[in-house]
């Protein structure tokens, strides 16, 4: 299977010029691996007026498929059979959908992440939307970014919590998302609370 790309027609938020777009309904980074990195860094989500240059974000329903991750972009409950040993989850926004394909590239599970991000909100004694942004170092810190008085922050976490995480989720049966599962900060916070 290859990608489906949809031309749409769209307006334009600062000058109203109507233009067309191209839009994915579904990208297949197996197929496509090349459109893996644009995904990552969310430039096959933008489009940009021809007359005035704007850029703005897309964000109408899409699937992402690679060979072991399904994800799904909706605004309403999906179902999904046959998923064949691969992760399958349903998110909300464009952002949620990057974040899920960066946490299991990067060869990470995104379960023992949410309670990662649980544990570092708890640190901070803050309540901050905390997106997974990469690995880095030697020592694989997580960095996270997060909103914060107008500006994107980011944070270092290290990897032992992520580590300590998997611990926690692996013994406990509960924390476990089959078929295609919403896994979000409202998600894991209902096991905690």
């Not at 170092?137 to 290290?158: C, K, N, R, W």
């Not at 919590?161 to 611990?167: I, L, T």
Request: charged fraction near 25%; include cysteine.
């Amino acid at each position: 299977m290859s990608s489906v790309v949809d031309s749409i027609g769209v307006k334009c938020s600062r000058c109203g010029a109507s233009y067309q777009a191209a839009v994915y309904r579904l990208i297949d980074a197996a197929a496509q691996p090349e459109l893996l990195s644009r995904v990552k860094d969310g430039s096959l989500f933008l489009r940009e007026c021809p007359v005035c240059g704007q850029r703005e974000l897309i964000s109408s329903p899409v699937i992402y498929k690679d060979l072991h991750l399904l994800v799904c972009l909706s605004g309403r409950p999906l179902s999904v059979e046959g998923l064949d040993g691969m992760k399958g989850r349903l998110v909300g926004d464009v952002g949620s959908l990057i974040e899920k394909v960066k946490i299991f590239d990067a060869g990470l599970d995104d379960i023992p992440m949410e309670l990662c991000k649980f544990v570092t909100r708890q640190e901070m004694a803050k309540d901050v939307d905390l997106k997974f942004l990469r690995l880095e170092g030697a020592d694989h810190d997580i960095i996270f970014t997060y909103p914060e008085s107008g500006a994107m922050q980011m944070l270092s976490v290290g990897f032992n919590v992520y580590e300590d995480c998997c611990a926690i989720a692996s013994r406990n049966p509960d924390l476990s998302a089959e078929g295609l599962a919403r896994v979000d900060r409202d998600w894991v916070e209902q096991f905690i609370r």
